[in-house]
T-cell receptor
Framework: AQSVTQLGSHVSVSEGALVLLRCNYSSSVPPYLFWYVQYPNQGLQLLLK??????LVKGINGFEAEFKKSETSFHLTKPSAHMSDAAEYFCAVSPGANDYKLSFGAGTTVTVRA | KAGVTQTPRYLIKTRGQQVTLSCSPISGHRSVSWYQQTPGQGLQFLFEYFSETQRNKGNFPGRFSGRQFSNSRSEMNVSTLELGDSALYLCASSTGLAGYNEQFFGPGTRLTVL
């Protein structure tokens, strides 16, 4: 079964500093990978997705992620954190084109210090 | 384009009761998925419907059921509520044509079981 592991349940960064959220996946076939963000009392919003077109994926709000097959990783980064980036972030995997369920990681809460 | 809407947003029930949650997908989307979010178990897939047919089902007891109508609106039902059913229930819609299609999430229904 496909799954994702997010390293670090809580990350604290200073405003303007690099944001790095780690996600590793396990999959017997090339997966489809996603990063979602959840603000308090809201649903999930897609930041970006990997569907094998390019290993470096750019998303919304200045986020990007790099798919590394050799490391089975899909880490999310943002060069300069903003206060509005404070939220919970989820990495998710969809095993294949004909599988329509998402398996989510446990989530990483990001706190941004002024 | 209107987003995914879920009703009600908040619900309080007592053990043993049953509850029905509703989800209206984005216009044109034929796939609706349901997820349960709890602090302990995180985000877990419940089931997915496409054109009124259940295509995928997660590992939940039979007390959890759902259906989809011809207009793609979906309902999920939980019978004989238990304290552990307290959670945020998220609905997501997509075109449903491939596993890598973006799922758009609603704001969720927060269910509290007393």
């Amino acid at each position: 079964a496909q799954s994702v592991t997010q390293l670090g349940s809580h990350v604290s960064v200073s405003e303007g500093a690099l944001v790095l959220l780690r996600c590793n996946y396990s999959s017997s076939v090339p997966p489809y990978l996603f990063w979602y963000v959840q603000y308090p009392n809201q649903g999930l919003q897609l930041l970006l997705k990997y569907t094998s077109a390019a290993t470096l994926v750019k998303g919304i709000n200045g986020f990007e992620a790099e798919f590394k097959k050799s490391e089975t990783s899909f880490h999310l980064t943002k060069p300069s954190a903003h206060m509005s980036d404070a939220a919970e972030y989820f990495c998710a995997v969809s095993p294949g084109a004909n599988d329509y369920k998402l398996s989510f990681g446990a989530g990483t809460t990001v706190t941004v210090r002024a | 384009k209107a987003g995914v809407t879920q009703t009600p947003r908040y619900l309080i029930k007592t053990r043993g009761q049953q509850v029905t949650l509703s989800c209206s997908p984005i216009s044109g989307h034929r796939s609706v998925s349901w997820y349960q979010q709890t602090p302990g178990q995180g985000l877990q897939f419940l089931f997915e419907y496409f054109s009124e047919t259940q295509r995928n089902k997660g590992n939940f007891p039979g007390r959890f059921s759902g259906r989809q109508f011809s207009n793609s609106r979906s309902e999920m039902n939980v019978s004989t509520l238990e304290l552990g059913d307290s959670a945020l229930y998220l609905c997501a819609s997509s075109t449903g044509l491939a596993g890598y299609n973006e799922q758009f999430f609603g704001p969720g229904t927060r269910l509290t079981v007393l």
